[in-house]
């Protein structure tokens, strides 16, 4: 976007970054692909998708790169900036799956996928924008992913660009991605923007909002029609977001509540368009603000840093309706405990009403371990319903708190771990605690930050070591009712089962 208002508009999205057909493929119900989530391949098995964006790909550092892991045992592929029907070529530093979102955009029953690339350079004339950002949309097939002939979709901003506006230094397009479909099957994918500038000063941060198989596009910021709040410099709205098929959350982890800076806030939204041209905006809250926490917004809290969101299924509806939200708060100060963490989780309604639910922190009675100063518990979250076709019970609810400054002692100073709850039940109940030589098959080792990488699907959490010693680096698949110490059902590393040996944070992210 440019540096004025920011437009809320709807712009007609049909041309082609590189490769591929001038329009989007059509929503065609291809019988050969399965429709089974995250299946890249259409075999009805589900597919693992494993970033390393830090990796090195054509002599390039930090280009980034996917593994895409065939379930069935049907082999892996590389998927980057040198990939076939991939447009565009591995850059230094561009660091491909930074984030990404698995969604099927044109409904043919293939899983596809949006890969952030947010400090991908714009090169015009004369001219480079350092970290502008790019989203790449990779089609599946029957062939697989990135083949079939179905080309490639670039998200990109400026005049040229399918997110049109304008495209600046450092806006970091991509830097988060989420996507769904929308109580009436239209598939949409969210955008985030955490470093776009415009009236409310620096970094004032938007999203875009790419809807239908035609991938119109809306553009939201704070100040957009119903939107909470303003924008204000650095508020870095877009800098994280979640979704399921009935809602999207975005976080605005360096919002001002009052005079606290960087206390942080969220706004949920539903993802389908409203009068006023954008998904419908339904709350927004932060510390101290009504429906957020009653505890006081404090500075550097980042509220909202990471998101979660499981769909929900309540008593007496036919399907599911709602979700289950979990707002991680890694900056939380408990006491004089500093950066010790906290996360806490809501309901969001059919309606779009909200109901808190439970204040999460290692101090609680029943919690395992105990807060300490730079445990960050929170930085990164995953949650899950194990069993959508059913009415939704506390069971069957599940969340993990990635804690990544976690030390068992003092020998392993930020080993990290991960602890299990049920977003509904209270803490202690069914929780469980997994960490290096704790269930992770994996010796100890100071600053292997385990918690930053975490994934989920209703059969699996998926916990990255992309950290730590190169023959840690490993994606783990447990249970979600795995005990404490309770060892995965399955693993991929670097050097087995196909997989090359070279990495650099294998396990970064994972879907």
Aim: charged letters at 15%.
């Amino acid at each position: 976007m440019g540096r004025g208002v920011v437009a809320v508009a709807l712009t007609a999205v049909f041309s082609v970054l590189g490769q591929g057909a001038a329009t989007p493929p059509q929503a065609v119900a291809a019988t050969a692909c399965a429709g089974t989530q995250s299946d890249f391949n259409g075999d009805g098995i589900r597919d693992v998708a494993i970033a390393d964006p830090e990796a090195t790909v054509a002599g390039k550092e930090r280009a980034g790169l996917i593994r895409i892991v065939y379930g069935g045992g049907k082999g892996t592929f590389e998927l980057s900036q040198e990939s076939p029907e991939v447009s565009d070529s591995a850059e230094t530093g561009d660091q491909f799956g930074f984030s990404f979102a698995v969604y099927d955009a044109n409904l043919d029953g293939c899983s596809d996928i949006a890969v952030g690339i947010p400090y991908e350079d714009i090169n015009l004339v004369g001219q480079t924008i350092k970290d502008a950002g790019l989203v790449h949309l990779i089609y599946g097939s029957t062939a697989g992913i990135a083949s079939g002939g179905l080309g490639t979709y670039g998200f990109r901003q400026g005049s040229d660009g399918k997110l049109g506006g304008g495209y600046e230094d450092e806006d970091w397009v991509g830097y988060a991605v989420a996507a769904g479909k929308s109580a009436s099957g239209i598939p949409f994918l969210v955008i985030g923007v955490p470093g776009e500038d415009g009236t409310g000063g620096a970094d004032m941060g938007m999203f875009h909002h790419v809807y239908g198989t035609g991938y119109s596009v809306a553009h939201v910021a704070q100040d957009s029609a119903g939107v909470w709040e303003d924008p204000e410099p650095y508020d870095r709205f877009g800098a994280s977001i979640a979704a399921t098929d009935r809602h999207f959350v975005v976080g605005a982890p360096g919002e001002s509540i009052g005079t606290v800076g960087s206390a942080g806030g969220v706004i949920a939204f539903r993802p389908s368009i409203n009068t006023d041209g954008i998904p419908d905006p339904l709350f927004g809250m932060g510390q101290g603000r009504t429906p957020g926490p009653d505890t006081a917004a404090q500075v550097d809290d980042r509220y909202g840093t990471s998101l979660a969101l499981a769909p929900y299924r309540p008593t007496g509806a036919a399907t599911v309706t709602d979700s289950l939200l979990a707002v991680g708060v890694p900056g939380e100060d408990l006491a004089t405990t500093v950066d010790a963490g906290a996360v806490h989780t809501f309901h969001i309604k059919a309606d779009g009403t909200v109901v808190p639910l439970k204040w999460l922190d290692q101090n609680q009675p029943d919690v395992e371990g105990e807060a300490e100063a730079g445990d960050f518990f929170g930085q990164r979250l995953a949650a899950t319903n194990t069993n959508t076709a059913v009415v939704s019970t506390a069971a069957m609810m599940r969340l993990a708190v990635g804690v990544p400054g976690e030390e068992a002692s003092e020998e392993f100073p930020e080993e990290g771990g991960v602890q299990l709850f049920s977003i509904l039940g209270e803490p202690g109940a069914a929780d469980s605690w997994i960490s290096p030589g704790n269930g992770i098959p994996a010796a100890q080792a100071p600053r292997m930050l385990v918690g930053m990488g975490l994934g989920a699907s209703p059969a699996s959490l998926y916990v990255g070591l992309p950290y730590g010693p190169a023959e840690s680096r490993a994606v783990h698949a447990f249970p979600w009712n795995t005990p404490n110490g309770g060892a995965p059902t399955e693993s991929w590393k670097p050097g087995e089962g196909g997989i090359p040996a070279e990495n650099v944070a294998f396990g970064a992210f994972v879907r």
